[in-house]
Nanobody, 121 residues
Framework: VQLVESGGGLVQAGGSLRLSCAVSGLTTSDNAMNWFRQGPGKEREFVAGIRWRESTKLYADSVKGRFTISRDAAKYTVYLQMNSLKPEDTAVYYC???????????????WGQGTQVTVSS
């Protein structure tokens, strides 16, 4: 499985960014996609997840109402629309595949290289 993230950058607080994750080589065991993030000096934490087939979604409480995960099955791409960004959202954001919806990094099957998101106050 290959996962390639893009779309990170520097944005002011209150702004928006959309991250993309291009996916290739999925197996039948990779039936969900997720976004995690790792801030400076912090552990990697779950942000959002989505099932490929029926598009069921799961969000961390910290991003509910601000972030939206979606997927374009035809393009094999997963997106994370991030609105109302806060300085505490600053992190490297990773795309990860999984079997079913997860909320822990240890359960992910494959990882992308990450994309940096920096939110200035």
């Amino acid at each position: 499985v290959q996962l390639v993230e893009s779309g990170g950058g520097l944005v002011q607080a209150g702004g928006s960014l959309r991250l993309s994750c291009a996916v290739s080589g999925l197996t039948t065991s990779d039936n969900a996609m997720n976004w995690f993030r790792q801030g400076p000096g912090k552990e990697r934490e779950f942000v959002a997840g989505i099932r490929w087939r029926e598009s069921t979604k799961l969000y961390a409480d910290s991003v509910k109402g601000r972030f939206t995960i979606s997927r374009d099955a035809a393009k094999y791409t997963v997106y994370l629309q991030m609105n109302s960004l806060k300085p505490e959202d600053t992190a490297v954001y990773y795309c990860a595949s999984s079997r079913g919806l997860i909320n822990a990094a240890v359960a992910a099957r494959s990882w992308g290289q990450g994309t940096q998101v920096t939110v200035s106050s």
